[in-house]
Structure formats: structure tokens, C-alpha cells
């Protein structure tokens, strides 16, 4: 390279104008700069959450509902002391069936607190009447309120399979069994 007077020209052999270190370490750092500053034209949008698996909100309803029910079973314990030791093995079954539910979650996922649905709870109140909701605060809760409950309960379990994971599915069914002999014993229970 040639230099004219101790002056860099910018011109070297061919004419072409000359790129120096300078330069290319100025590119350098705006190209370094622009990338570390996101170099985008509107605000930063927060990232969205991803929407949560179905299988875990499905899971989480049914624990929300069961956990409803154990407590309906308490109270019915507790309005009617004669029946407490006949009512308990219902609830035993049913604080199992949470258990098992819980035990189908994914590694270091808790139940996610489920909006009201029909998925996996029962209506508040199946005999139509405020009486017994869980819902309604009442202290007593009938064993025809419980019956009511569980026949609900078990009405619900086919069509919750046909979303559900295999493993899911094969509980839901068992769950469905348990609670349909429920209906049974607590009609028998009841009169």
C-alpha cells in the first residue's frame, strides 16, 4: 500500500475505497450494540404464559371436586353423630381417591385452582334444593345430599374419560365404580 505525504488517502492499489481497522471495529460495536438493545421498533411485549396442559387443569378439577366431598363428609359426620362410623369408610374412599389423583400431577406441579366448571365437579346443589350445598355455608348436610352428590359425581366419569390420559382414564373409571356403589350404599344408608 501506498501513502501519499504520511496521509492515509483511503485509496489503495485498485482505487477501491479502503476499509481500515478503525472502521471495522466501529461496525463491530453499533452491530453489537443494536443487538443487545433488542433493536425492535415497538415495546417490549411480556411473554404469555403458556395456556396449562389440559390433563393438569382436568386433574386439578377433580381433586378441587373430591376435596369438596370428603369435607361434605365431615360435616354429615358431624350433623349426625349415629351415622358418623358409616359415613367415615365413604370418606376414607374418597381422601384416597385425592391421593390418587395427586399422584397422577407431574413433578413439581401443584393443583391449579380450577375456575367453576362441570368437568369435574357436581352441581351445588343435584336435589335442586340451597339445603346442603358446600357452597351455602350450612353446618348440616344430609345423607341424600351426599347420595345426590355422588350419583353426580359418577354420571360425570365417561365423559371425562374420553379427554383423559390413558393412566387418567383407568383411574376415572375405578373413581366411577367406587362412586356408583357409593350411590347404593347410601340409599340403603338413607332409608
Known amino acids: 500500500m ?11 492499489d485498485g482505487g477501491g475505497a479502503r476499509v481500515t481497522r478503525r472502521a ?3 461496525v463491530a460495536a453499533a452491530t453489537g450494540l443494536a443487538a443487545a438493545g433488542g433493536c425492535s421498533n415497538g415495546p417490549d411485549k411480556p411473554a404469555t404464559p403458556p395456556p396449562p396442559d389440559p390433563q393438569t387443569v ?8 373430591k376435596e369438596r366431598l370428603v369435607s361434605l363428609y365431615g360435616r354429615a359426620a358431624a350433623a349426625l353423630p349415629g351415622r358418623a362410623a358409616a359415613l367415615e369408610p365413604f370418606r ?3 381422601a384416597a381417591h385425592v391421593r390418587a389423583l395427586r399422584a397422577l400431577l ?5 393443583p391449579i385452582t380450577p375456575a367453576p366448571s362441570s ?3 357436581p352441581p351445588a346443589s343435584p336435589s335442586g334444593s340451597p339445603s346442603g350445598s358446600p357452597s351455602d355455608g350450612s353446618p348440616e348436610v344430609s345423607v341424600g345430599v351426599l347420595r345426590d352428590f355422588e350419583q353426580a359425581s359418577a354420571a ?3 365423559a371425562q374419560t374420553t379427554t383423559a390420559s ?3 382414564a383407568q383411574l376415572l373409571v375405578s373413581i366411577g365404580a367406587c362412586e356408583a356403589v357409593h350411590v347404593v350404599a347410601l340409599g340403603r344408608l338413607r332409608g
Open 92 to 94: 376414607q374412599r374418597h
Open 24 to 26: 471495522l471495529l466501529g
Open 2 to 12: 501506498e501513502h501519499s505525504g504520511g496521509k492515509d488517502s483511503g485509496r489503495g
Open 58 to 65: 382436568l386433574i386439578s378439577e377433580l381433586i378441587a371436586a
Open 106 to 110: 407431574p413433578a413439581g406441579i401443584a
Open 156 to 158: 360425570a366419569r365417561p
Open 166 to 168: 390413558p393412566a387418567l
Open 119 to 121: 368437568s369435574g365437579s
